[in-house]
Nanobody, 127 residues
Framework: QVRLVESGGGLVQTGDSLRLSCAAS????????MAWFRQAPGKEREFVAR???????????TYEDSVKGRFTISRDNAKNTVYLQMSSLKPEDTALYYC?????????????????WGQGTQVTVSS
């Protein structure tokens, strides 16, 4: 089994930055793709960003349109940790942020594609 633990959330003001971390333990692989999703109250869980696993093709990242240019996903395989650097935060970024892992090679933004999940970390951006 794989365990994911997110951290780094908090209450910030519009325009501030935060860095979320997702520490993986257990039967995780550096070949797994990792992603961040978020879910605001009353809304469905939505894709935020994805980074591929280690492969011969180099690093491939994808972002949801509303976070492009503001958020950066990265991973440190030596530490089994994935990060989400968030800047220029807006009130609409307020949500519970989840880390997820995908053992397949399929590039997907669908939550159903991901095999294991963390419990989430809350990000609240005040106006």
């Amino acid at each position: 089994q794989v365990r994911l633990v997110e951290s780094g959330g908090g209450l910030v003001q519009t325009g501030d930055s935060l860095r979320l971390s997702c520490a993986a333990s257990g039967r995780t692989s550096e070949r797994d793709a990792m992603a961040w999703f978020r879910q605001a109250p009353g809304k469905e869980r939505e894709f935020v960003a994805r980074i591929n696993g280690v492969s011969g093709g180099g690093v491939v990242v994808t972002y949801e349109d509303s976070v492009k240019g503001r958020f950066t996903i990265s991973r440190d395989n030596a530490k089994n940790t994935v990060y989400l650097q968030m800047s220029s935060l807006k009130p609409e970024d307020t949500a519970l942020y989840y880390c997820a892992g995908d053992t397949s090679a399929v590039i997907s933004q669908r939550a159903e594609q991901y095999d294991y999940w963390g419990q989430g970390t809350q990000v609240t951006v005040s106006s």
